[in-house]
């Protein structure tokens, strides 16, 4: 027997599916609202990539137009020879410098210390310094706030008085510009060129090139950015870990009269650091 809804029962269906149409409604609202809002904030995110992204490519392009670059055939003073005639250290000691002009630099820029050149990388700027680490993390050359920072050096090292280990910092921007091109040392095929193993580093009063010992990948830690050692056999320690580290084809000699120049940028957004290190070989006065 077929059993009717009584008036009361129908009313309170009726008033059940109102409140779930409502539901529906304002779920369908706020869902909306979610997605617009993850959308506009993507939006800016990369509209915020571009600008900076397009602000840092046209100040190295007027970095490139307007400083003066030389290769210096000049002998210059040789760093800590090995006795042995057969090293890789005189190979690359016979290297010429790169040498640049820094007055434009200074001018744009007078926390200006040093312009750094890595071979078959984008690596090709001037190097600043500051009272901290952070303040060049978000500014750029001119000093304007940029996400993609600049290229700067460790505030506890001295440009004019290589400590045990001179730190260089820089972003892995995924367009390959300040330090992103350091993962091309990553590449078996950029590991595989030789003359790519010296990176040329220029202040205001002299001229330096270093040769690379060591390329690695870590996750974000302390000890490879430590800027001098309290003795000698902490210095030597931490170099022997350093070219435990290397991934690179490459047997450079390292000892704790060596001046060491340390890369560090991220890998990854989830605390990867790619480091490189180098030793000092030969300097000139400018």
């Known amino acids: 027997m077929k059993k009717y809804m009584t008036i009361e029962e129908y009313f309170k269906t009726e008033s059940i599916s109102k409140e779930k149409e409502i539901k529906i ?33 046209q100040i190295s392009k007027e970095i490139d137009k307007k400083i003066s670059i030389e290769r210096s055939n000049q002998n210059g003073e040789l760093v ?56 060049y993390l978000k500014h750029d ?37 300040m330090f992103g091109s350091l993962r091309n040392t990553l590449a078996s095929s950029w590991q595989a060129e030789r003359d790519n193993y010296v990176i040329f580093l220029s202040t205001l009063k002299e001229d330096m090139v270093f040769q690379i010992f060591s390329i690695y990948t870590i996750k974000s830690e302390g000890y490879y950015i430590m800027p001098n050692f309290s003795s000698s056999t902490k210095k030597e320690k931490w170099l022997t870990t350093m070219k435990e580290r290397n991934i690179a084809p490459i047997t450079t000699d390292v000892n704790t009269n060596d001046k060491i120049l340390t890369l560090s940028t991220c890998q990854n957004d989830w605390g990867g650091r790619i480091v490189i290190h180098a030793k000092l070989i030969k300097k000139q006065k400018r």
Request: aromatic content about 18%; some cysteine; overall charge positive.
């Open 141 to 177: 050359f001119t000093k304007k706030e940029n996400n993609a920072g600049w290229i700067f050096m460790d505030y506890r090292n001295h440009i004019d008085n290589l400590g045990d280990n001179t730190i260089i910092y820089g972003h892995a921007r995924y367009d390959g510009t």
């Open 25 to 57: 409604k304002k779920f369908k609202k706020i869902f909306f609202i979610v997605c617009l809002s993850m959308f506009l904030f993507l939006l800016s995110t990369l509209l915020k990539w571009y600008l900076d992204h397009s602000k840092i490519q």
């Open 80 to 135: 800590n020879p090995p006795n042995n005639k057969n090293s890789s250290y005189y190979y690359y000691a016979a290297i010429p410098f790169y040498k640049v002009g820094f007055s434009v630099l200074l001018s744009k820029n007078p926390d200006t210390v040093g312009f750094i050149h890595i071979r078959n990388t984008n690596v090709n700027y001037p190097i600043v310094q500051t009272g901290d680490n952070n303040y």
